[in-house]
């Protein structure tokens, strides 16, 4: 069962664990804080953070989320939009 | 990039073919027809599925939904592979694919990715600037279209459905897919009834 419903509004957690351990997360750096909108549910996957090490990665649900450009970067053409694949353990309400 | 193997990455390779076989992982048939389905694989699949749906809109409707089934529907085989999503431009809006923490690719439909693909320049400066990277391959959107950046980060992979190009009403499924390319489906240019747009 998935958290977010298509039109939710979403905040990528602003989260460094790379930072304190060896990772390997799925989530760009450039989205950390962000706020966007769910698109929709792409399916449930196996957590990536956990297969890469061979531990068994339980079922995450997969979503697209949609960004408004500029504000990622303070340059670009407004309207301009960049839609990403997060996993729903680094989402959280907006 | 990777250049040519080395000595010892031949041999490492060896030792894990061998320990894989050993154990009963997989077998040298296995092997063989992994690789004779990637050396199969070519933007061509990609042109067609577009081709169809250009010409059929139930085909259209299936790519769209299920980008996995519209492949399989041409005779792909899609069993491990990640689901394929397909992006729709429209008249105000076009997508640009892009992986930005490593290569992510729609390999069963689109072959192995080009060189530029996996740089990190086009990685970086897709995401950033699409608009400066479209101009640098020559792609100039009418006025009024929006830039959607797809960066593919995790268990999709992703192609684009472009528009069909105007002037090539009553064209049959065979002859719209010659004006597909590799980099269409990506999203880094046009199709264009003048040849006005190559692949890299």
Known sequence: MSRFAPGARVRVRDAWPERSAPMHLRTPHYLRGREGQVERVLGTFPNPEAIAFGRPGEPRPLYHVLFEQKPIWNEGEEGDTVMVEIFEHWLEEA | ?200
């Open chain 2, 1 to 200: 990039m990777a250049g040519e193997p080395t000595a010892e990455s031949i041999a490492l390779l060896e030792k894990l073919v061998a320990a894989l076989k050993r154990r009963g992982i997989m077998t040298e048939e296995d092997i063989q027809a992994r690789v004779a389905s990637a050396d199969r694989a070519s933007p061509e699949t990609g042109a067609r599925m577009v081709a169809r749906a250009w010409t059929d809109p139930a085909y259209r409707e299936l790519l769209l939904r299920d980008g996995t089934a519209a492949a399989e529907a041409m005779g792909v085989r899609m069993a491990g592979a990640p689901p394929l999503g397909v992006l729709e431009d429209k008249p105000d809006l076009h997508h640009l694919v892009v992986c930005t923490l490593c290569s992510c690719y729609p390999r069963a439909v689109l072959g192995y990715p080009p060189h530029w693909y996996k740089s990190a320049a086009y990685r970086a400066r897709a995401v950033r600037e699409p608009r400066a990277v479209l101009a640098e391959f020559g792609t100039a959107l009418p006025p009024g279209v929006k830039v959607r950046v797809v960066d593919s980060t995790a268990d999709y992979r992703w192609m684009v459905l472009p528009m069909r190009p105007a002037g090539t009403e009553g064209w049959t499924e065979d002859r719209l897919a010659t004006l597909v390319t590799r980099d269409h489906l990506v999203g880094v240019s046009l199709p264009a009834l003048q040849g006005a747009t190559q692949a890299a």
